[in-house]
């Protein structure tokens, strides 16, 4: 079993459904079957306090938190217990901001800003050359 957790502020306008189903299916094509994600749609002041509290300054577009890490070995969980991954929080705002200068939708940015925090959770990083290395399997708009 695969759960999405999408906490996303009133005001903000997502499609859920869409992110939710993105997101399952991802990780289905990343062989994963039980996880938990939380992914948290927030605004300019919270993704930047939120950037601060791990030593980085101003604002950007997603942040990942991940549970655990994969090079450390498994964890192992009572059966039928799903493995939290992580909290995924993205800036809706630089969503909006990149929709419109990219002629994209915000629901597409959300997507692209959350496939993103989902590559850190599973262990994939810039440092590793995460944008070269990485093959996207054919669910990317």
Not at 62 to 86: I, N
Not at 116 to 125: K, Q, R, S
């Amino acid at each position: 079993m695969i759960m999405i957790n999408l906490f996303v502020n009133s005001r903000y306008l997502v499609d859920r459904k869409l992110l939710r189903e993105r997101a399952e299916k991802f990780l289905a094509a990343h062989q994963i079957e039980a996880a938990i994600v939380d992914i948290h749609i927030v605004g300019t002041r919270k993704i930047k306090a939120l950037n601060e509290q791990i030593g980085h300054q101003g604002v950007t577009d997603v942040l990942s938190f991940p549970q655990y890490d994969p090079g450390e070995g498994d964890f192992t969980l009572p059966p039928g217990v799903p493995r939290h991954l992580g909290d995924i929080a993205i800036n809706f705002n630089e969503a909006v901001k990149q929709a419109r200068k990219k002629g994209k939708l915000v629901d597409e940015m959300l997507w692209f800003y959350a496939e993103h925090g989902l590559l850190h959770l599973l262990g994939f990083h810039h440092d590793d050359g995460m944008e070269a290395d990485y093959v996207k399997p054919e669910l990317h708009w």
